[in-house]
C-alpha cells in the first residue's frame, strides 16, 4: 500500500491491481503458446502489484519488475515496447 503526503494534514493511501493480458504486455503472442505467454503476463502483473502494493516507491518497483523483464527476455519481456508498458503503469500509479 503506497502513502502520499499531498499537502500538511493530507495523506493518500493506494493500492493497485493490474491484470493486463500478454498482448497488453506486448510479449511475443505469436511464437509460444498461449497458455505460456498469459503465464508471463501473470508473472509481471503479480509483481508490479506486489511491489506497489507493499508500498516501494517508483524507482524500487521500476528495478523490482525489470529484474523479472529481463528473466523472461525470450518471450519478449524485456523489448522496448514492454518496457514502454512498464514506464506507463509507473507513471499511472505515481502522482
Known sequence: MNIFQLQTN?????SVRVNLSAHEWD???QEYSRHTIESVASY???RFNEGYNRGFNREKLE???SDLMRQFEIYG???IMSRQKLSNLLNT???
Open 44 to 46: 509481471l502483473n503479480r
Open 93 to 95: 500509479v505515481y502522482p
Open 63 to 65: 528495478n523490482y519488475v
Open 77 to 79: 519481456a524485456n523489448s
Open 10 to 14: 493530507v495523506k493518500m493511501q493506494s
Open 27 to 29: 510479449l511475443n503472442t
